[in-house]
C-alpha cells in the first residue's frame, strides 16, 4: 500500500506551534569549537588564494567539528530535519574569511551542487534587483513563498541581518503532506502525479531545456521512503507563461499546497543572527522568508550565503523529481570564473555591471 495519501509518522513531521526550536535544532559553538575552526581557517589561508573547488577536509582540517558536521547528515535525514549553529563570531572575520569557514563546515556535509547559470557553487542571497532587473527570486527583496530547492541539504550562512524582519519561515512538507491527505485528497493526488515547471529564462538558455521534459511530482514513494519536493516558484513560472497551460485541477492544487505550506498551524520562524548558519533537509522541508526592511547601501543590506548539497551517503533523489540534472548543472559549470563566490567580488562585479549601464 502507498503511503502518499495516508498520515505520515516519524521525527521529521512536525507543526510549528509545537516545536522549541532552540532545544532541538540549535547547536551554539563551544570556545574549543571556535578555537578549531579559527585554526582550521589559518591553515587554509597559509595555502594563498584557495578557490572554493579546493576547500576540503585536507584544506580546511577539522576535528571535533568535523565529526559534528559529518553527523549533520544522519541528524537532518532521521530527527526534525534542521539545525542552526550559532557563535562565530562574526565581528572577528572579514567577509571573505566567513564565506571560507562556511564553505569549509560544508565540505565535511557533501558536494556543492551548481546554482544558476552563473556556475555559481555558492549564491549571494540578497536584493539586488536594483543592479540586475532580471533577478531570480533569491536575488529580490522582501518576503519569499514557501518552497524547496533542488539538492539535499541547504545550507544558509547569515552575513548582514536586515534592519527588520526577514527571519527564516520553514515548515516540515512532510506535515504538509498529511494536511493535503486529510482535507485536499483529490489535489494532493494531482500533485503526486506532478505539475510542469519552467526555469528562469536565462538559467534555461543555458541548460537542456527551460520546460522540464515530463511533469514532476512533489511527492514521491519510493524503497518505502516518501520524498517532498515542492518547487512551487518554478511550478508557478509555468503556469504563467501560458505554454503549457496548466487544469483548473492543477492550479488548485498549486494553489493550495503553497496556503497550506504557509500555514501559521504549521510554519516556524527562526530568526536570523549574523554568523547564524542554517541546515535544513531539502527532502522534506520547506522554506521561505518573512518581509524584510533593508539597507540601501549594498554593502549594508541583508546578505546570507548559500549552499546547496548532493549528500554521496543518502540514497539518490529520485529520478522523476530531479529537474536540475547532472547535464544541466555541467552546462551552468562552464560560465563558472575563479573566486566568483567571494563577498568581495562579487560587490565588485555588480558596482562595475552598473557602472557600465550607466556609461552605455
Request: with cysteine; hydrophobic share 35%.
Amino acid at each position: 500500500m502507498s503511503k502518499i495519501g495516508t498520515q505520515l509518522e516519524g521525527a521529521g513531521v512536525w507543526k510549528g506551534p509545537a516545536i522549541d526550536w532552540m532545544k532541538e535544532g540549535l547547536h551554539i559553538l563551544s570556545d574549543s569549537e571556535l578555537r578549531e575552526i579559527d585554526l582550521a581557517l589559518k591553515h587554509l589561508l597559509s595555502l594563498g588564494e584557495v578557490d572554493f573547488p579546493d576547500i576540503t577536509p585536507e584544506t580546511f582540517p577539522l576535528d571535533k567539528v568535523g565529526d559534528l558536521m559529518r553527523e549533520l547528515t544522519v541528524r537532518l535525514r532521521y530527527g526534525r530535519g534542521f539545525l542552526m549553529l550559532r557563535g562565530l563570531p562574526r565581528e572577528k572575520y572579514s567577509d571573505d574569511d566567513m564565506t571560507r569557514i562556511y564553505f569549509g563546515l560544508g565540505s565535511y556535509i557533501g558536494k556543492p551542487m551548481t546554482q544558476s547559470y552563473l556556475g555559481d557553487i555558492l549564491g549571494h542571497v540578497m536584493d539586488v534587483s536594483d543592479y540586475e532587473p532580471k533577478s531570480r527570486g533569491y536575488r529580490k527583496g522582501g518576503g519569499q513563498l514557501m518552497h524547496t530547492d533542488s539538492c539535499d541539504i541547504i545550507g544558509l550562512m547569515c552575513l548582514k541581518s536586515a534592519i527588520s524582519g526577514g527571519e527564516s519561515r520553514i515548515a516540515s512538507a512532510l506535515a504538509v503532506h498529511n494536511v493535503m491527505a486529510e482535507q485536499y485528497p483529490e489535489l494532493l493526488e494531482t500533485l503526486a502525479n506532478g505539475l510542469y515547471l519552467k526555469r528562469a529564462d536565462e538559467d534555461g538558455r543555458r541548460a537542456t531545456r527551460t520546460f522540464s521534459k515530463d511533469r514532476v511530482p512533489f511527492f514521491y514513494e519510493q524503497n518505502d521512503e516518501v520524498t517532498c519536493y515542492l518547487p512551487t516558484g518554478y511550478a508557478r513560472l509555468a503556469e504563467k507563461s501560458g505554454q503549457i497551460p496548466f487544469t483548473e485541477q492543477e492550479s488548485q492544487a498549486l494553489y493550495r499546497v503553497r496556503k497550506v505550506a504557509a500555514s501559521p498551524e504549521l510554519y516556524l520562524d527562526m530568526g536570523f543572527k549574523e554568523g547564524d548558519i542554517q541546515f535544513l533537509n531539502n527532502r522534506m522541508m520547506v522554506h521561505g522568508r518573512t518581509d524584510y526592511q533593508d539597507a540601501p547601501e549594498l554593502e549594508n543590506r541583508r546578505h546570507l550565503l548559500r549552499l546547496w548539497f548532493e549528500v554521496p551517503t543518502w540514497p539518490a533523489m529520485p529520478e522523476p523529481q530531479i529537474f536540475h540534472t547532472a547535464e544541466d548543472r555541467a552546462m551552468w559549470s562552464q560560465y563558472r570564473q575563479p573566486l566568483i563566490e567571494f563577498p568581495s567580488v562579487h560587490y565588485k562585479k555588480l558596482i562595475e555591471g552598473s557602472l557600465a549601464q550607466m556609461v552605455d
